[in-house]
């Protein structure tokens, strides 16, 4: 882990987002120990449009909590990919939904994407835990906490009822990103 | 044997800040006497105010007494009666105080209906500032701010209380001594929000600048507007006109606040539990 | 066992904090972005057999944490700058009639109406000036989400020690902002309460200062009858308008803050041993230049940090002194200068001064200080 490790996840309000930035500095700070800080857009822009979660991960004090320049960046929608795929490090990494960004922001960056949205609906059966897939592809795209943290912080955060949806979300969103690195 | 007011009354405050025909002292009598009826311990009741002549009252009563800031009365008492249901909680004030700067917490306290009694001394103008208008200036009639007669309409206090949720709401006047008490202590009694509109006389600010030749004809003016709200059920419209309603003039049981908010509390233990 | 921790957000944090500090009653007014407190305590305050209001406006929760507050129970608000300029006339009730209570403040950018989403440090002169009159003022200003926990618990302490309103100041950005907290064992923060009366209820007093600048309080309900009022007023709690009382009575109510400002205040300094260059940064901004001093110390650069953590009453001994050592101060904070005037105040000229100030809503960056701190350097 760098010294300071930046995520955002964007997209339109309403799809989660938010949640899983709260989701992934649960894993970093409470199951693995590290420190993280998790901020948010809020207002008008988190009732629909474009909204932003971002999560700083650090082995040591964050000092500075808000985002600088991002090691990793997710966006949903296009409106949240024209406003917030910015400020992607060089050496970082985009991961945009296929279907729903059709222009593809231009940087230095690696670019990864697949149907989020569309692999909730289908293949988990409900398009609410889109964000889960999500929060699955981000984990093994960047590795900031491990695979088995993850799962442990969406699980903490469900019902029992729903679980089994979320287990399978989160590994399905892992396991396709791990496909499209190799 | 004369009614004893001293034992109510803390040593050495009198006397009052009250103008000679004022009538807030015989609304302060008629509150000892209310207190009284209805066995209020001294300890466990707070009177409420906020600022102007009529708030300077709770200073000569032996209690828990507040005085605030303008309008900030029925706030004030809110928060009393909420962090102790217990206690009684008793709220004095004028029209102004009360309706104007103070109107926000007034229709709110209203509409909450916790279990207290505000007693809203009416005297129509701001005395203690000289004579400026109020929300219950006649419109027409002459005040300090009004060079030109008052060109504003009027609160009626006890519909506004109504309106705004009051489950008891009563009206008489200074004249009307014997009344006052009894209104009250009635409102003391009843479980919610209570409103007592007192008319009230102010010889120094309003009755000089509004050709009342003396404290006496205020009086006989409050004598002859006031029609018990029985009396004018019986009474054809044109005899009303200019007339005032006196009495209790609503009254409805409702759930009042602490006690539905006590509930709450046992929700949330249980739900700790 | 190992202590109890969670994700949650300043605004969380503080609710929880004085539900540890025991405070059983809250009255507020919905306002961004500090609703959350109000949010937590509307379910907390309940189970521990408090209550929780909702007023009608702004200055209505202010009255009602008032009147709450004498009959004995700990009590609190939350708000933003647009809700504490309503509140400013009964926070000057609560200095004058000496009634305890907290008020947060989560500082958004102004004036009016303002960002009411975004972050802003232009209320600090507010905290100290807002209310009319002479009076002393004490507010803390926490940068990160466990120390919003421990700063609402002491804020309660000092509110109930010297029997006065106090204020918390955070911005929006540790407000909504999640950290992990450490949850603190009941026991292990001090937790004071309001002294009470030891004399008979036909001996009290409630301004009685004979035994000291901070009579006890009696609570309403209790066998204590006494009164309050807004006007000047004697040892009895009546009004008077004699001029050596009411001058005595002024006087013994900043002294009662003057006089105690070894226990009231409260600073962090990092690296100014040996800084040759100085950096005063409060709250959120003060993580920004804890950033800055890393970066520039790389650099070579002697940088400190002083970070009051008490805002009110300003740690003027300390910045004096640090004056006299430094070549330079920078002040940061996010508004246009304010609290730089008291650093010149207290500072006399014995060292170059600059301002790191921003008001677009956005937080002050380590480059923007660190820029500045090479300007005094």
């Known amino acids: 882990m760098a010294e300071r490790f930046e995520i955002r996840f964007s997209g339109a309000g309403g799809q989660g987002l938010i949640t899983a930035g709260i989701i992934l500095a ?16 809020y207002g008008p822009e988190a009732r629909g449009g474009a909204s932003k979660s971002e999560v700083i991960i650090s082995d040591g004090p964050i000092d500075y909590p808000k985002a600088t320049i991002v090691d990793a960046c997710l966006a949903m929608t296009q409106e949240a990919a024209d406003k917030y795929a910015s400020g992607i490090k060089d050496t970082g990494v985009l991961l945009l939904d296929s279907e729903f960004v059709k222009r593809e922001p231009q940087g230095n960056y690696k670019i990864y994407k697949f149907p989020i949205m569309r692999t909730a609906k289908e293949e988990v059966g409900r398009e609410i835990v889109a964000n889960v897939v999500a929060l699955g592809a981000m984990v093994a795209l960047t590795d900031a906490v491990s695979r088995e943290a993850g799962e442990k912080a969406v699980l903490s955060r469900v019902p029992p009822a729903f679980i089994e949806l979320n287990k399978k979300a989160y590994n399905l969103g892992f396991e396709k990103v791990k496909a499209l690195m190799d | ?217 205020m009086m006989k003016r409050l004598k002859e507007v006031a029609v018990p709200v029985q009396a004018a059920a019986k009474m054809p419209a044109e005899k009303l006109e200019g007339k005032i309603l006196t009495g209790v003039l609503f009254k409805e049981e409702r759930p009042e606040y602490c006690a539905e908010y006590a509930k709450i509390i046992e929700k949330a233990k249980g739900a700790n539990a | 066992m190992a202590k109890k921790t969670a994700l949650v957000q300043g605004n969380e944090a503080c609710a929880h904090g004085a539900v540890y500090a025991g405070c059983k009653f809250f009255a507020g007014y919905p306002i961004t972005p500090s609703t959350e407190v109000a949010e937590v305590l509307a379910a907390e305050l309940p189970k521990v057999g408090g209550s929780f209001i909702q007023m009608e406006d702004e200055i209505g929760a202010m009255a009602a944490i008032l009147g709450g507050s004498l009959t004995g129970a700990k009590a609190l608000t939350a708000t933003s700058g647009p809700g504490v300029s309503l509140k400013q006339e009964l926070i000057g009730y609560a200095c004058i009639a000496e009634i305890p209570c907290v008020i947060v403040n989560v500082m958004r950018g102004g004036p009016s109406t303002g960002m009411p989403t975004g972050p802003g440090q232009s209320d600090v002169m507010q905290a100290r000036w807002g209310t009319h009159g002479d009076h002393a003022a004490i507010a803390v200003a926490p940068e990160s989400i466990q120390e919003i926990f421990t700063e609402t618990v002491r804020a309660f302490n000092l509110a109930e020690k010297y029997r006065m309103p106090v204020q918390i100041l955070f911005d929006e950005i540790v407000g909504h902002m999640r950290e992990r907290i450490e949850y603190p064992e009941p026991g292990e923060l001090e937790v004071i309460d309001r002294a009470k009366p030891d004399v008979s209820p036909e001996d009290y007093k409630p301004y009685d200062s004979s035994k000291g600048d901070i009579p006890p309080l009696a609570s309403f309900g209790s066998e204590y009858r006494f009164h309050v009022t807004g006007l000047n007023k004697a040892a009895d709690g009546f009004p008077t308008t004699k001029p050596d009382l009411v001058d005595a009575e002024e006087r013994r109510q900043i002294r009662k803050v003057e006089a105690n400002r070894k226990d009231i205040e409260k600073n962090e300094e990092y690296m100014t041993e040996d800084a040759e260059v100085l950096i005063f940064a409060f709250g959120s901004t003060s993580r920004s230049a804890r950033y800055a001093v890393n970066e520039l110390r790389k650099e070579g650069i002697k940088a400190g940090l002083f970070r009051p953590i008490t805002l009110w009453p300003f740690p003027e001994e300390r910045i004096a002194a640090l004056g006299k050592q430094v070549k330079g101060m920078v002040v940061a904070e996010m508004n246009l200068g304010q609290m730089i005037y008291e650093v010149e105040r207290v500072t006399k000229g014995s060292c170059k001064l600059e301002g790191a100030f921003r008001v677009d809503g956005e937080p002050i960056t380590p480059a923007q200080i660190m820029e500045k701190v090479k300007e005094v350097n």
């Open chain 1, 26 to 41: 649960e894993a970093a700070s409470i199951v693995e120990g590290k420190n993280a800080v998790q901020s948010q857009s």
């Open chain 2, 1 to 217: 044997m004369a009614y004893d007011y001293e034992k109510s009354i803390r040593p050495g405050k009198l006397p009052h800040i009250w103008c000679p025909g004022c009538g807030h002292g015989i609304v302060m009598k008629g509150l000892i006497r209310a207190m009284d009826t209805c066995g209020l311990d001294k300890n466990n009741t707070a009177i409420v105010s906020g600022i102007g002549c009529a708030s300077r009252l709770p200073g000569y009563m032996d209690c828990c007494t507040l005085h605030t800031a303008h309008g900030r009365a029925a706030a004030f008492a809110a928060g009393v009666k909420m962090a102790k249901p217990e206690m009684n909680v008793l709220i004095v004030g004028g029209d102004g105080d009360g309706v104007a700067i103070g109107g926000n917490h007034f229709i709110h306290a209203c509409r909450r209906n916790m279990d207290m009694t505000y007693v809203v001394l009416n005297n129509n103008i701001y005395g203690m500032t000289g004579g400026q208008f109020s929300p219950t200036t006649p419109t027409g009639a002459n005040a300090s701010t009004t060079p030109y007669g008052n060109p504003d309409p009027t609160f009626d206090i006890s519909k506004l209380a109504i309106g705004a949720g009051a489950t008891f709401v009563a009206r008489t006047t200074a004249f009307h001594a014997t009344q006052i008490d009894k209104l009250i202590a009635e409102g003391i009694k009843h479980k919610g929000m209570s409103v007592i509109e007192v008319l009230d006389d102010c010889p120094t600010c309003f009755g000089r600048r509004n050709k009342f030749r003396s404290v006496v004809d």
